[in-house]
């Protein structure tokens, strides 16, 4: 993937101004898209692709890491008393599905606690760049926000288990 942030010509960053965002969208999808007349420029498929992609902060954060950071996604830096919660809370996901709607009511609570932690600890990173405490140029340990992208993973994922929503 490139980098959507110069696709759209923004300063990369976790706070993105969705207004801006969406003039850059609209203008590019003026210029380019078939329907306007030029069916040899594909800058309109790629505005899609980078439009949904900047506007999940999940997704932003995926990018920030692959395109600025030196840390691995893959490499799993979880804790390990997360994986110890997610493991015990899978198993209440897959008890729920049996029709235990206690379990399906207990971990769907768990889910939303760990979702608004998430939601808390991100608005604390974008607390920081938005008072330009810390930028791609200035941040010095990207391990954080790599965890917290990981931990967002392996919510999304039981989350979907929950839902029954499952994942090609």
Not at 40 to 57: G, M, Q, W
Not at 103 to 119: C, F, P
């Amino acid at each position: 993937m490139g980098n959507p942030f110069e696709f759209f010509d923004l300063v990369p960053s976790l706070a993105l101004d969705a207004k801006i965002l969406r003039t850059k969208f609209l203008e590019i999808q003026r210029n380019s898209h078939p329907d306007f007349g030029d069916e040899n420029n594909n800058d309109s498929e790629l505005a899609n692709t980078y439009f949904e992609v900047l506007k999940s902060p999940e997704k932003r954060v995926q990018v920030l890491l692959e395109q600025y950071s030196n840390t691995s996604l893959n490499n799993n830096l979880l804790p390990p008393d997360f994986l110890m919660d997610m493991m015990e809370l899978n198993d209440i996901i897959d008890d729920s599905k049996g029709g235990d709607e206690m379990a399906k009511q207990q971990a769907d609570n768990h889910l939303n606690g760990i979702k608004s932690e998430l939601d808390n600890q991100m608005n604390e990173f974008i607390h920081l760049w938005e008072n330009e405490k810390v930028s791609i140029h200035t941040i010095s340990d990207w391990i954080e926000l790599t965890t917290w992208y990981q931990k967002m993973k392996y919510w999304s994922r039981l989350r979907k288990n929950l839902d029954g929503i499952n994942e090609i």
